[in-house]
């Protein structure tokens, strides 16, 4: 099995346990301090990662870029986070940086290459 194969047999696993946990309650109604709900960012991700799945482990730059920001928005919530809640978002940024890593050297990206808001939050005009 080469490496890109393995990678995206872990990355396949870690989304078939991601997918049998449900939002925990205490994720529903929070943001990042950006305004993004965990909510939000979870399906955002969700959408990518499946993608990612379904297409064996290839994801076009785009959907790479959005799953880059949706996962540099969960990661500066990790630090508050606790017990069932922290575990969820941390299984989330797991897939995420694992998608990246197998998907970012075809793309020149990294799963820490900084902030990438996801594009439907960008604002519109940067001063």
């Not at 941390?90 to 990206?109: E, F, H, K, S, Y």
């Amino acid at each position: 099995m080469s490496p890109r194969s393995e990678a995206y047999a872990a990355v396949s696993a870690l989304w078939g346990e991601h997918l049998a946990a449900p939002l925990p309650i205490g994720l529903r109604s929070l943001e990042t301090a950006a305004g993004d709900p965990v909510p939000y960012l979870d399906a955002m991700i969700a959408g990518c990662v499946s993608t990612y799945v379904q297409n064996e482990g290839d994801l076009d730059p785009g959907r790479a870029a959005t799953l880059g920001g949706c996962a540099d928005g969960l990661r500066t919530l990790l630090p508050g986070l606790r017990g069932e809640n922290a575990g969820y978002v941390r299984r989330l940024i797991q897939t995420a940086d694992a998608v990246l890593g197998t998907v970012g050297a075809d793309l020149n990206l990294s799963p820490l290459d900084g902030p990438n808001p996801p594009p439907s939050r960008q604002p519109a005009e940067i001063a």
